[in-house]
């Protein structure tokens, strides 16, 4: 957990170098007119302070892709590169043609930085702190601007101040940045796995987690290459299995093994759908709901989190822990077999093997915990199936294989699934399932919420499980590396084949599969509307507001310039900033990211109504600059709790492993899109609506996001990556 923790933080310094970048261009600019004599020419000033906007566009464009090709690592430490080489070149920068082209190039560092860290972030965390970690960009870059703030103010108070090493100091961080990419940070083990790369992929799970035992995780990988088309929402009833002969008697049983000696599990499905919370979601959607216009992915995500009753005792730990418990009904394992942990990890590690005989890596092999050396062959191709503890095995009724925990409360499992055809033969394949916990253990004759006393054609509680069970929802459907042709070879496990094999269809028609486009339009909606809810209106304003308060009086009597003073205010209303984005961070996997913007948002309109009444009304001076400057810093600290980070949280959440680069680039570009816009029709606005009116439509706007957030937006906090792409996909089947 620690190496998650570390590498994010390594990673979000490329978003420390955009603010540092940003606040310096702000500062320095005032000098750099100067010298190149710019009062008379705005176009050109205004050029220089938009180019590294310019470059961060351009280089949006084919950035998603490129990563999705060569990998994330690469575009970091080529947004390091850019970083450094632009520092150098302002550095110099001899007249203002070439200070223009380096800001190109710091653009392009930018552009790539912004894009790929909350996605590279995403793809290493852990479900339950993902959030935590990837409000770390926000928080960092911050930080680069309060830093910067404070070194341009300090450099301001010089007799002649030098805007090139204003500028050129950025060289310095970027160094450290270059040097984290090449040494420190890995490839996303995502990608990784995308890519056929087993071994590797395993090597840097182990060092992310601190641990040698990543088997759940690295199936989860394999199965997050391909999202289930058919996927259909199951319910199931688990308890202990207490017969085991008559549990491999029923075919639609799954058998659970624990990791104590003698303890095992078996779960069934539930005759009557609809008493799980997952389940009753979903009969509730089917029924078009209870609030008009509100996409039945919002009910279902909130299902999941909806608070279960707390689990007591062995069945919690053995049953759902965050990593290690196997589904299993091989007919040789046997409910008193030993399942102690180290037998455990010995036998996934088995089920890692992909070294050839002379010890080398050999990414031939599929390294799934599915798999082991134990192999078949079909042309030509080396086919790994499972063996051991931790692995895929059918029982004489073919029901049941491995299951591992892979965050946030969900199991991973297949089964068997055989369905008789209409001349007598039967025909079968293998189903992936995504099981999560929705309830508590009880007795026959006490109850909690989804008791399975409550439910109709269930009363067979004490009899089949002695009076303890958990209710569970399973979203089922086809593996990703499911390769039909196989199943003639009669193999002991679930025929897959190696990912690299796999024959992958055009991105494009896979980005306009139902479920990513549903995607799409939570993240291309939540950064335009970002960008329109007036953070850069209110960053234009705050010097102003400011200075109306007195604070430009009180430092200019203390010798401070107006220069310096201004540069001071900004320096001030960022460090304002840094504990709201740390109470957010605390949040983030605790309240969630839906609940963060619905709470925050209703306190941004109410903070531009006040702008807009401010500017409207006509006051006393004072009042005017209290009511303005406690407005603003509501607004700041508030944004940066909601609205600043979640849009880049949940882009990078939403989308399937194969094209999550590509449509984190179309949402990317939408962003800078909408700063383009924003930046350069705030002067005309102002100019013809008056402050009032530019934050009246700032208000419309955040009272638009809001709805758009109650409708659209789903809560994906703690949730694997590879089942909230799942959950889109069910959800525009719904629809």
């Known amino acids: 957990m620690a190496g998650s923790v570390l590498v994010a933080i390594a990673a979000a310094i490329g978003n420390l170098l955009q603010g540092w970048d940003n606040a310096t261009i702000a500062g320095a600019v005032l000098y750099i007119k100067r010298e190149f004599n ?3 020419d705005p176009t050109i000033e205004g050029l220089i302070v938009a180019m590294s906007l310019i ?6 464009t084919f950035s998603g892709a490129v990563s999705d090709s060569i990998g994330r690592r690469p575009m970091l430490i080529a947004s390091s590169v ?28 930018i552009g790539l930085a912004v894009t790929l860290v909350p996605v590279y972030i995403s793809e290493t965390a852990p479900a339950d702190i993902r959030g935590l970690l990837n409000t770390l960009p926000q928080f960092t870059g911050s930080i680069g601007m309060f830093l910067s703030y404070c070194m341009v103010f300090g450099m301001s108070l010089t007799p002649r101040p030098e805007w090139r090493i204003m500028l050129g100091i950025l060289s ?18 995502r990608w990784l796995v995308s890519k056929g790369k087993m071994a590797e992929a395993k090597r840097v799970l182990q060092g992310l987690r601190g641990r040698e035992d990543v088997s759940g995780e690295m199936a989860l990988l394999v199965e997050g290459l391909g999202v289930g088309t058919d996927t259909s929402i199951e319910e199931y009833i688990i308890g202990p299995a207490e017969d085991d002969t008559a549990d491999q008697a029923d075919p639609a049983s799954i058998k659970l093994y624990g990791s104590d000696a003698g303890m095992s599990w078996v779960a069934r499905p539930v005759p009557v759908k609809g008493q799980s919370n997952l389940g009753s979601a979903l009969s509730l959607v089917s029924r078009q709901g209870t609030v008009p216009l509100m996409d039945p992915l919002v009910t279902m995500f909130g299902s999941v989190h909806e608070k279960a009753p707390e689990m007591m005792g062995s069945m919690r730990s053995a049953l759902f822990p965050n990593f290690g418990s196997m589904f299993s009904v091989a007919e040789q394992h046997r409910p008193d077999q030993n399942w102690d942990e180290e037998s455990q990890r010995e036998g996934e590690g088995e089920g890692y093997g992909s070294d050839d005989v002379r010890g080398e890596s050999d990414d031939n092999n599929l390294e799934s915990p599915l ?11 080396d086919i790994s199936l499972a063996q051991g503890n931790s692995m895929f095995q059918v029982g004489p009724n073919g029901e049941a294989v491995s299951s591992m925990g892979i965050g946030g409360g969900w199991q991973l499992a297949w089964k068997w699934e055989e369905k008789e055809t209409l001349d007598g033969s039967k025909t079968g394949g293998f189903k992936r399932i995504y099981l999560h916990q929705e309830g508590g253990p009880t007795t026959a004759t006490g109850s909690v919420k989804g008791s399975i006393v409550s439910v109709p054609g269930v009363d067979l509680a004490e ?16 593996p990703a590396l499911y390769n039909k042709s196989l199943m003639g070879m009669e193999p002991v496990g679930p025929a897959m084949v190696h990912p690299s094999e796999v024959k992958k269809g ?22 335009l509307l970002q960008q329109f809810a007036g953070i850069n209106g209110v960053l234009y304003y705050t010097p102003q507001i400011l200075e109306q308060a007195g604070v430009g009086v009180l430092l200019s009597n203390i010798g401070i310039g107006s220069d310096s003073a201004s540069i001071l205010i900004s320096a001030l209303t960022t460090l304002l900033m840094l504990p709201s984005i740390g109470v957010a961070m605390r949040l983030m996997d605790y309240s969630g990211r839906r609940f963060l913007l619905l709470a925050t948002i209703p306190i941004l309109i109410l903070a531009l109504i006040i702008l807009v009444l401010v500017n409207l009304i006509t006051l006393p001076t004072i009042l005017h600059a209290a009511f303005s400057t406690i407005s603003v810093v509501i607004y700041f600290c508030v944004f940066v709790m909601g609205f600043g980070p979640v849009p880049n949280i949940l882009c990078a959440e939403i989308f399937p492993t194969r094209v999550r680069g590509l449509c984190i680039a179309v949402c990317a570009l939408t962003f800078w899109f909408g700063d383009i816009v924003v930046t350069y029709t705030l002067p005309t606005m102002l100019n013809s609506i008056g402050l009032a009116g530019v934050f009246g439509i700032y208000a419309v706007v955040c009272v638009l996001a809001f709805v758009f957030v109650f409708l659209r937006v789903p809560e994906t ?19």
């Open 38 to 40: 710019l009062e008379s």
């Open 371 to 381: 798999l082991s050396r134990q192999a078949t062959s079909m042309e030509g191709k």
């Open 463 to 478: 009899e089949t499980f002695g009076g303890g069970y958990v209710q569970a929802a399973a979203l089922v459907s086809q």
């Open 717 to 735: 906090k703690g949730m694997p990556l590879e089942v909230i792409t799942e959950f889109f996909a069910v959800g525009a089947k719904q629809s």
């Open 172 to 189: 310095i961080p970027s160094l450290l940045f270059f040097a984290l990419t090449i040494f420190y940070l890995p490839e996303s083990p």
């Open 55 to 60: 470059g961060a566009t351009i280089i949006t």
């Open 82 to 109: 850019l970083y450094f080489a632009s520092g150098l070149i302002m550095l110099w920068a001899p007249n203002v043609y070439i200070l223009l082209l380096a800001r190109l190039i710091d653009g392009f560092g």
């Open 506 to 527: 055009s991105v494009w028609r896979e980005m306009l599969e139902p479920g990513v486009v549903r995607a799409l339009i939570v993240g291309v909606g939540l950064q």
